[in-house]
């Protein structure tokens, strides 16, 4: 194994199949893709030269992977990782890495070996504007945070989409909605650039826009101790929808929308001009500074050169599988407030919220509609969308 890692992808649904191919095209130097599973033998068979598995057991100890990949639905995160580790394994988990906080933490608890590469599939952190604006933040180039507002509405999907799968928009399937299945990566970067707040506060609609059981829109307020305040917005249920996210700092404000960062600098900064003015309506001088940025990373191979790279030569992993339970917590505090029609103090307590879901599961009575559909399988037109 000092030149290649052998891997093995768990779930060959559209993103296993997308990960499957991209590999096996040479993608990943130094990867190679020797064993797939999944409980669909067509799809297993549809993949040759690799060795097929229907059951995650006898691929775990088959002895022909150094490493496996999960690709499969939410609630298959935590027992496959667990699972996967304990046999001695190196583990790449998708997003999101567990359902819930609890079992985040039981998942980053079986990481007890810390020579196997524990690694998480958050490849928006590879997208250079994400990048730039870390590092503006953390070198205190646009002073102290004001105010975060993040409105990613364009995730529209249609009633087929959420028939596409049994599992899909389910409290049993998939424990949430838009937060759990479209907004990982956004929550994920939330937190790695801003930090975590103290209290959320939020309004979630049950299938406002879909014949569904879980949340399709979401609006949260999230407060942080040093007063900084954020607002996230999301929804599956508006078209065109934007992405847009909204930073306001002592430095004025930056926007990042269509691949573009647009920062309009304050020349001092706001609350030293506001002391140190005798005008009741001024405001500090400004001008638009261009940061120029192209593409958007290498997003999903990405994260696999780099869980490679850790692998062959210890090489520090950008994505660790740890952070996901801090996307998780924010998914399922923003959720529970919503529920609960009350703020949500964090740090979560994992086994109230874990209760709550569970009772989610047990009272529902919502009958899922699955139909034969179209899902769109080629990845190359976006990176965000599942």
């Not at 891997?7 to 990867?31: K, S, T």
């Not at 297993?44 to 060795?51: H, Y």
């Not at 407060?223 to 430095?251: H, K, M, Q």
């Not at 573009?260 to 500074?289: H, L, M, Y």
Request: with cysteine.
């Amino acid at each position: 194994m000092e030149n290649e890692v052998r891997l093995g992808i768990i779930g060959l649904g559209n993103m296993g199949q997308f990960y499957a191919r991209a590999i096996l095209d040479g993608e990943v130097p130094g990867l190679k893709l020797t064993a797939v599973c999944d409980m669909d033998k067509d799809r297993v068979s549809a993949f040759e030269g690799v060795e097929p598995f229907t059951d995650t057991d006898e691929l775990l100890k088959s002895g022909v992977v150094d490493a496996v990949h999960i690709a499969t639905p939410h609630y298959f995160h935590t027992t496959l990782g667990i699972a996967a580790l304990e046999a001695g394994l190196h583990v790449l988990v998708d997003k999101p890495v567990s359902v819930h906080k609890a079992d985040c933490e039981r998942l980053n608890a079986a990481h007890t070996n810390k020579d196997l590469v524990f690694c998480g599939m958050f490849n928006q952190r590879t997208d250079p504007h994400y990048l730039k604006l870390k590092s503006l933040i953390d070198n205190g180039e646009l002073g102290e945070i004001r105010r975060i507002q993040w409105t990613v509405t364009d995730w529209f999907r249609t009633e087929a989409y959420y028939g596409s799968g049994a599992w899909r928009a389910t409290w049993k399937g998939e424990g949430g909605g838009v937060l759990l299945n479209q907004c990982p990566h956004q929550l994920d970067l939330w937190q790695w650039l801003f930090g975590m707040p103290a209290e959320i506060y939020s309004q979630c609609d049950l299938g406002r826009f879909h014949d569904i059981e879980v949340e399709d829109a979401v609006t949260a307020l999230m407060r942080y101790d040093n007063g900084t305040t954020g607002v996230f917005i999301s929804t599956t249920g508006e078209s065109p929808g934007v992405n847009r996210l909204e930073i306001a700092c002592e430095r004025g404000l930056v926007l990042l929308e269509d691949n573009e960062i647009r920062w309009t600098r304050n020349e001092v900064e706001s609350s030293v001009f506001s002391q140190e003015s005798d005008q009741g309506f001024a405001k500090p001088d400004s001008w638009n500074v261009e940061i120029p940025v192209d593409g958007n990373g290498e997003q999903h191979m990405g994260v696999f050169k780099n869980f490679t790279q850790a692998i062959l030569k210890g090489e520090d992993l950008f994505c660790p599988a740890e952070d996901g339970i801090h996307s998780v917590e924010l998914a399922n505090a923003i959720l529970y407030s919503g529920l609960k029609h009350e703020p949500i103090k964090l740090p979560l307590d994992s086994a109230e919220y874990e209760a709550c879901l569970n009772k989610l599961i047990e009272e529902s009575t919502h009958v899922k509609k699955v139909v034969e559909t179209k899902v769109e399988t080629n990845m190359s037109a976006s990176f965000q969308k599942k």
